[in-house]
């Protein structure tokens, strides 16, 4: 077991053969990536308000190898101005920032309905200051230092109990999700989907009945959108190979266009 030293060691991960460079391309660079099918765990879109740099860029590398788009921001002002503008999955939030105090943050978000989980991450262990980042509304609270796996594990749960009710498991007519696992099957049939593709499906599954537009998706799954091209063709071909894939599969066409708004996945 690693000693109080290594928690913020950086690690070095074991990369597929045909993907050598994982560890150093950026999110925008992994929409090519459609070999590349080893996930290990829920895609989301995560803001890092994280003042130490070394910590910072650490935190950032570990979660992008698990395939989340991350941001990081190192005060307080630069933070309060990227959560005005975008919204996350989940916030990891540091207390002490230059500039301001965390918990502001956390108290404007509340205010603003933002819907993002809020994992704190603090040196300060006093119970005092757990219960006011919790009273705040924050959905968990960790102590400097930690294992980064620990901060992963803690992160992929915060976002499965508020998406999906803490299951692992999905059934959707049909369709059935495996979040550990990272599969979807039709009764007994396979999907076999690509990365991007599983993840897209995922997005749809958890705005389930809603109606989510081109941007939307973009913003989600493609944070450098804007440097891939200049329309949505990319997003309407891994639309439409979805699709395909489910039905050949046996499963009803679930995704349906909205003529002038976007997509809705609907059972009904």
């Known amino acids: 077991m690693a000693g109080p030293g290594n928690l913020y060691k950086k690690i070095t991960f074991p990369t597929p053969p045909d993907c050598p460079d994982l560890l150093i391309i950026t999110p925008c660079m992994l929409f090519g990536l459609t070999k590349f099918k080893q996930i290990n765990s829920i895609y989301l879109n995560l803001l890092i308000i994280e003042d130490e740099p070394e910590l910072s860029r650490n935190i950032h590398s ?5 395939m989340h788009n991350c941001e990081t921001v190192p005060d307080f002002y630069t933070a309060k101005a990227r959560l005005e503008q975008s919204e996350y999955d989940c916030i990891i939030l540091d207390i002490t920032l230059p500039g301001g105090n965390g918990l502001d943050l956390l108290r404007q978000l509340k205010k603003d309905r933002k819907m993002g989980s809020v994992l704190i991450i603090s040196a300060k ?3 005092d200051d757990k219960l006011a ?6 959905d968990d609270y960790l102590t400097k230092p930690f294992h980064l796996a620990e901060l992963a594990a803690r992160v992929t749960a915060l976002i499965r109990r508020r998406s999906f009710d803490g299951n692992n498991t999905i059934l959707l007519g049909k369709l059935t999700i495996d979040i550990m696992d990272k599969s979807a099957k039709t009764e007994n049939v396979s999907v076999n989907l690509t ?4 993840e897209l499906l995922l997005y749809f599954v958890s705005n389930k009945d809603r109606v989510i537009t081109k941007e939307s998706i973009a913003d989600h799954l493609w944070a450098d959108h804007g440097q891939l091209a200049d329309t949505y063709d990319f997003i309407y071909t891994h639309i439409r190979n979805l699709r395909k894939k489910l039905v050949e599969a046996g499963c009803p066409d679930y995704i349906r266009s909205v003529y002038g708004m976007g997509y809705k996945f609907s059972i009904a």
Do not use: C, F, I, P
């Open 62 to 66: 570990y979660l992008l190898q698990n």
């Open 125 to 127: 262990d006093s119970l």
């Open 133 to 138: 980042g919790l009273g705040l509304g924050a």
């Open 195 to 198: 990365r991007k593709e599983y």
